[in-house]
Structures are given as structure tokens and as C-alpha cells.
């Protein structure tokens, strides 16, 4: 009846392929999931939840959940995702997702949420021309705010990472558009 009735620490929530084709669930437990098998080892823990207003011209409440997943198999993989809910006809429904690439040194948070200004920034690697895939020289700085209804970006930057500040790395003049944020 409520988004913050929500007990996104013990959820099971559905997993889609990229076609929006349902292909399985993610069972939560704790705030934790942990699926191992002889080929890779994967976990996914829930970091934090907000709750949102909704706009004036919708009534529903929404939260903002944001996670954090490792997946080791033949190689590693690290990132986060921002996912916004919301209850609508007594039913969770997810209306947004933002995911990132934290597989490199930030040297600060990769993500952050000021409920004071609704300002969601990101932290996404960004490789350049020549990194290793253990390397990244340079983190796109993404920020979103809320505006009732979903997250907008409204604005990019791209920054050397720590790995890359040590390494003496600099941006190349133009830069390649891999590694972003997507929504």
C-alpha cells in the first residue's frame, strides 16, 4: 500500500535479459544475494534507500535503492546500480535504472545522494585509449536530480581516476564514449 512498507532487504525481485524478456529472480536476504557456482561467483548488497516525493502532477511516492555488485569468473567485474520504485495499484513496480562500471580506483565514493537537493552523482570508469581492463585511467562524474518522477542527468564530466592521477595519465583531447553510465 506504501513504498515505505517496502522490505527491500528481503525482496525478490525479477531479472530481465536485454530484451525485457524475464529470465530468473534475485533473491535478497539481509540486504544480500550470493549466487556461486564452479564457473564464476557472484553477489550483489544493497547500500542504501531513499524515499522520494512524488511531482506535483503525481501522487506516488518513489524510492531510490542503490547497490553495489562483484562478479568473478574468468575475469572480475564490479559496478553499481541506482534502481527507483514505486507502488502503484498495491503493486512494486521498478520505473528506472541506472547502472555504472566501478572496476577502478576513485579514490572517493562511487556514488552519492544529497536528499537535500536530489542530486544522485555517479562515479563510472572510463577507459582511454590503452588502459587494461585491471587499469583505468579516468571516471566519468554523472549527476542526476530528481524531478517527481525520474532522474535526469544534467551534467558529465570526465576526470582522471586515482590509478591514473599516480600513473601520471592525462585526458586525451578528445575522449572515447566507453565505460558511461547507462540509464
Known amino acids: 500500500s ?4 517496502v522490505d527491500f532487504r528481503n525482496l525478490k525481485f525479477p531479472v530481465f535479459d536485454a530484451s525485457g524478456k524475464r529470465v530468473g529472480s534475485t533473491s535478497f536476504k539481509n540486504g544480500r544475494y550470493h549466487h556461486s557456482d564452479p564457473e564464476s561467483n557472484y553477489s550483489e548488497e544493497l547500500d542504501s534507500i531513499f524515499y522520494l516525493d512524488g511531482s506535483s502532477s503525481s501522487s506516488r511516492d518513489s524510492a531510490l535503492v542503490l547497490y553495489s555488485w562483484f562478479d568473478v569468473g574468468g575475469s572480475s567485474s564490479q559496478g553499481g546500480t541506482a534502481q527507483v520504485f514505486t ?9 528506472q535504472t541506472i ?4 572496476h577502478f580506483q576513485a579514490g572517493q565514493p562511487t556514488d552519492s545522494f544529497d536528499p ?3 542530486a544522485l552523482v555517479i562515479r563510472s570508469a572510463h577507459y582511454v585509449p590503452g588502459d587494461a581492463h585491471c587499469c583505468v ?5 554523472v549527476t542526476f536530480r530528481w524531478d517527481g518522477v525520474r532522474f535526469i542527468q544534467t551534467g558529465i ?3 582522471l581516476s586515482a590509478y591514473g592521477k599516480s600513473e601520471g595519465k592525462t585526458l586525451p583531447k578528445k575522449l572515447p564514449q566507453i ?4 540509464v
Open 2 to 5: 506504501s513504498i515505505r512498507k
Open 179 to 182: 565505460g558511461r553510465a547507462h
Open 137 to 141: 585511467s579516468a571516471m566519468d562524474i
Open 87 to 95: 507502488v502503484s495499484d498495491g503493486h512494486l513496480r521498478s520505473v
Open 116 to 118: 537535500a537537493t536530489n
Open 99 to 102: 547502472g555504472w562500471d566501478t
Open 157 to 159: 564530466q570526465t576526470e
